[in-house]
């Protein structure tokens, strides 16, 4: 049971390049959900989506876009990365929509942007 | 604004007791949640709490005490895999979860 697959698992990017966090569940997942972790910090949510083919903006959604094609996937995207964007990212899912339910976390995808 | 407040750090011996205590102020309440975290991993579920008292699971016990806004993650009979971090974190009114920044739990044999 893979559960929710993050890739890639750690990654070094220049500053103002564009790069896409892929995240993928097989648990057929109503809600999928990005967050990033920052040392002192708890996690923060950038982006989540309730179900395919929509999508809604977190605490930081500034600087990522998200997509959710399907149930599935739902990738996160920096249009031109900054140095401020280096942390730890976090993708998640829950069955259901209303947040009283148990999330399920990926592995996580390290970013360091120079 | 909203806050989670959990110690930064707690150190405590192979086979002993430790509480890990968390407060909130939050806008509204809908539960609140524990995760254990093990360095370089993924955050995995270890309770929810929604009504007042103490709910026991295993070696682990949650409690929860909304007028207080306040909780403890109780881990009984400690051992050295349970060294990790434990988050804490609370669902408001509007349904979004507020994270605390966790508590990194050592245990010393």
């Known amino acids: 049971i893979a559960g929710i697959t993050q890739a890639p698992t750690s990654q070094i990017l220049a500053a103002g390049r564009r790069m896409t966090l892929r995240c993928t569940q097989d648990?057929?997942?109503?809600?999928m959900y990005w967050y990033r972790q920052d040392l002192g910090l708890g996690l923060r949510l950038i982006h989540y989506s309730n179900t395919a083919g929509t999508t809604g903006k977190g605490e930081v959604p500034d600087g990522y876009s998200v997509s959710r094609a399907n149930t599935d996937d739902f990738p996160l995207t920096l249009a031109s990365a900054v140095p401020s964007q280096t942390s730890v990212y976090f993708c998640?899912?829950?069955?259901?929509?209303?947040?009283?339910?148990?999330?399920?976390f990926g592995e996580g995808s390290r970013l360091t942007v120079l | 604004g909203q806050n989670i407040d959990q110690p930064t750090e707690m150190t405590a011996t192979e086979g002993a007791i430790v509480q890990i205590n968390c407060t909130y102020q939050?806008?509204?309440?809908?539960?609140l949640f524990w995760y254990q975290q093990h360095a370089g991993e993924a955050p995995t579920f270890l309770s929810y709490n929604v009504l007042d008292g103490l709910e026991e699971k295993g070696r682990f016990s949650s409690f929860l005490s909304r007028s207080k806004g306040y909780s403890y993650l109780l881990l009984k009979e400690l051992q050295m895999k349970d060294s990790a971090s434990y988050l804490c974190?609370?669902?408001?009114?509007?349904?979004?979860?507020?994270w605390g920044a966790g508590t990194k739990l050592i245990i010393k044999p």
């Open positions: 939050t806008s509204g309440f809908n539960g």
């Open positions: 648990m057929r997942h109503n809600a």
């Open positions: 974190a609370v669902l408001d009114s509007n349904y979004q979860l507020i």
């Open positions: 998640a899912s829950s069955e259901g929509t209303s947040g009283t339910g148990e999330l399920f």
